[in-house]
């Protein structure tokens, strides 16, 4: 009767470089999961921004909904006293049906935009999203060298790849370790029974045996399977950061444009809109100015109000996707 143990013994340095692979390929994915995290905050983010022009969309359309009942009324008024035309009830009556209507498709996209952002927080699609009336614009602090840097440093998906890098390297080198043999020990022991004319000794056994690695072309198509990797990975990363690059050159240019916009809106387009309807609303009650030119002054003011909130809206979206892009919130 025999009973024997044995254990197989890696060449020197084949375990550690196993390790290595095993604990690179771990962080690699665990990078994956933090670039994971960074996509949800984006989308988040844009969902919410969007909702928040949504909101004050739908806000414009019901201040100029009361409004153009007002100049319905007004021209009805000016028609009872033969001052007015009829055309200019039905043009007042068709631009508020127009509203109606964007009033409509505006509260389908809120549904959309709220179950999109319920389901990504994963939380029931029916949860009331409440958006604030206004938001203020965040300034960028750092130019593009700085997000450059910040993005090299922080930006999971970069370390991912320089986890791959290094876990190819690790396995290249554990594939030329291949060419050297495995050893294995062991340890028997045999128990025999005595005969009547014998006494038999049990017997003990120790061995050491190893393997010939004779057959090398499949070690050498491990090894240039490894290198391949770490190429790939190398020009995988380069690829990623000339997009970096090129996303924070497009996203700033787009940030600056939409702050510029917002301001010039503000400060400019908005209130000289308001002086024009002002005063073509003194000018149709005083029989100077034609129901249509009123009409023009309102829908132009109604634009360039949307026009606002898109900016502000858009611009923190940019926003939000320059931080996924560098991977840190700014």
Not at 280 to 309: C, H, P
């Amino acid at each position: 009767k025999v009973i024997g143990i044995s254990q197989q013994l890696p060449f020197w340095g084949k375990r550690k470089l196993r390790e290595e692979v095993a604990e690179k390929e771990a962080e690699s994915y665990r990078w994956i999961i933090e670039e994971r995290k960074l996509e949800l905050g984006r989308m988040v983010k844009e969902t919410w921004y969007q909702l928040f022009s949504v909101d004050r969309s739908l806000a414009i359309v019901a201040k100029n909904l009361r409004i153009m009942a007002d100049f319905t009324t007004l021209a009805e008024t000016r028609y009872s006293v033969g001052k007015g035309l009829q055309q200019d009830i039905l043009k007042a009556q068709l631009e508020r049906s127009r509203m109606l209507d964007m009033q409509i498709t505006l509260r389908q996209q809120r549904k959309s935009l709220e179950a999109t952002i319920n389901t990504l927080l994963y939380r029931p699609v029916d949860t009331p999203v409440v958006i604030p009336a206004n938001i203020s614009l965040q300034p960028l602090s750092l130019n593009a060298a700085e997000l450059l840097q910040t993005a090299e440093t922080n930006r999971p998906l970069i370390k991912s790849y320089q986890a791959v890098i290094e876990k190819g390297e690790s396995a290249k080198r554990l594939a030329e370790k291949e060419f050297y043999p495995d050893f294995t020990v062991s340890f028997d022991y045999m128990q025999r029974d005595s005969t009547a004319d014998e006494k038999r000794d049990d017997m003990y056994a120790v061995g050491l045996s190893f393997n010939l690695p004779v057959f090398t072309h499949h070690r050498h198509e491990m090894v240039a399977e490894s290198s391949s990797q770490v190429t790939m990975a190398v020009e995988e990363l380069k690829g990623l950061k000339n997009s970096i690059t090129n996303g924070i050159a497009d996203l700033t240019a787009q940030l600056e444009r939409r702050k510029q916009l917002v301001e010039l809106y503000r400060t400019g387009i908005i209130p000289q809109a308001e002086q024009s309807l002002e005063s073509a609303t003194i000018g149709y009650r005083v029989n100077k100015v034609d129901f249509l030119t009123l009409l023009d002054s309102r829908v132009i003011l109604f634009n360039y109000e949307r026009e606002y909130y898109d900016s502000m809206a858009d611009y923190q979206v940019k926003r939000a996707q320059l931080e996924a892009l560098v991977g840190l919130p700014l």
